[in-house]
């Protein structure tokens, strides 16, 4: 499952792999539309996984939609640019969901 995420898994699934293998399938059949391209590319549905997760407070799942966007070539303009989306949409509340994830996002990457 992580290769098909450029090498990244989230510490969630890592949790359910090691209890549940059946629900990790599950997830991941549940999971392969946003792996691959179709009429829209899976950059694109990573950055709308990220504002869902954001928008629905999920501070850890932030983090984790993010580093899979960065690794179908999201940029940080970019990741930045669905964060003011959210907080036009949803409120300030969505930056305070996001900032940690974001944050170590952004001191992990590769300038």
């Known amino acids: ?5 450029g090498g990244f898994m989230p510490e969630t ?12 399938r599950l997830i991941h ?5 946003c792996l691959s391209s179709g009429e829209i590319d899976k950059k694109t549905k990573r950055l709308i996984a990220m504002a ?14 993010a580093k899979v966007a960065k690794n179908f070539g ?26 940690k994830g974001i944050l170590k996002l952004f001191s992990e990457w590769d300038d």
């Open 52 to 65: 869902c997760v954001c928008i629905r407070g999920c501070e850890d799942c932030v983090y984790s939609q």
């Open 74 to 99: 999201a940029t940080k303009k970019e990741i930045l640019e669905v964060l003011k989306i959210c907080v036009l949409t949803s409120g300030v509340p969505c930056w305070s969901t996001a900032k």
């Open 29 to 33: 059949d549940m999971d392969e539309m």
């Open 13 to 24: 699934l890592k949790s359910i792999h090691n209890e549940d293998e059946d629900l990790l």
């Open 1 to 5: 499952m992580c290769s098909d995420m």
